[in-house]
């Protein structure tokens, strides 16, 4: 079993960047497929970006694709989530999601087993 903290969430301007960070701790996050996923304020949940289980293949939503880059780093057991040209619409709490039977990645919440609390990000205008 893994455990998840986000961070680095925090009040930006639009245009600004962040680098979100997914720390992972009890199982390396290269035997899971990892996605970070957001939530807004009375609306669901939705798939931001995945990385396979082999660090190969990455994915995005349509809304942050060119903005947003998925990476991790397996010497610090860390995924990152590097988001660039924030607009106001991507405020939201973030959360990093692990699976234990994707090898690919999934759009769909229902497929990751382990989540973290969330990081909260806010973009004003």
């Known amino acids: 079993q893994v455990q998840l903290v986000e961070s680095g969430g925090g009040l930006v301007q639009a245009g600004d960047s962040l680098r979100l960070s997914c720390a992972a701790s009890?199982?390396?996050?290269?035997?899971?497929?990892m996605g970070w996923f957001r939530q807004a304020p009375g609306k669901e949940r939705e798939f931001v970006a995945a990385?396979?289980?082999?660090?190969?293949?990455?994915y995005y939503a349509r809304s942050v694709k060119g903005r947003f880059t998925i990476s991790r780093d397996i010497a610090k057991n860390t995924v990152y989530l590097q988001m660039n040209s924030l607009q106001p619409e991507d405020t939201a709490v973030y959360y990093c999601?692990?699976?234990?039977?994707?090898?690919?990645?999934?759009?769909?919440?229902?497929?990751?087993?382990?989540w973290g609390q969330g990081t909260r990000v806010t973009v004003s205008s």
């Open positions: 990385i396979s289980m082999s660090g190969t293949n990455t």
């Open positions: 999601a692990a699976s234990r039977l994707l090898s690919d990645y999934s759009t769909a919440y229902g497929n990751y087993d382990y």
């Open positions: 009890g199982r390396t996050v290269s035997t899971y497929a």
